[in-house]
């Protein structure tokens, strides 16, 4: 019984570091293939050599979707590079995207 409960404790924590690993390869892979347009939960979890199911389960314990993470890093890259366009920036890698003006990037 002892041996049980101990294990217990051993195994536990190994998986929950694991579904944490899990995810920030995940976020890994993600911010490194922005620019991919076939970028997708089910390309992730290839990848990553898991199921898309896998993948799902691990990001809704940490209270998001995969997609919805895609979204707001790719939202934020483009909100960063239309704000320093308007500054005049360019930023390396980035192209400037036809509908970002100036007038957008300040919110005006």
Do not use: K, W
Not at 75 to 90: F, N
């Amino acid at each position: 019984m002892l041996v049980s409960v101990l294990s217990a404790e051993v195994v536990e924590p190994a998986e929950e570091n694991a579904s944490d690993l899990l995810v920030q390869q995940a976020m890994a892979y993600i911010a490194g293939h922005l620019d991919d347009p076939e970028l997708s939960p089910g390309s992730v979890a290839r990848a990553l050599y898991v199921s898309v199911r896998q993948v799902h389960t691990r990001f809704a314990a940490q209270d998001f979707t995969v997609a919805s993470h895609i979204r707001a890093v790719r939202l934020a890259v483009e909100a960063r590079v239309c704000a320093q366009a308007a500054c005049g920036v360019v930023v390396p890698g980035m192209q400037r995207q036809p509908h970002c003006t100036p007038a957008q990037a300040t919110g005006g």
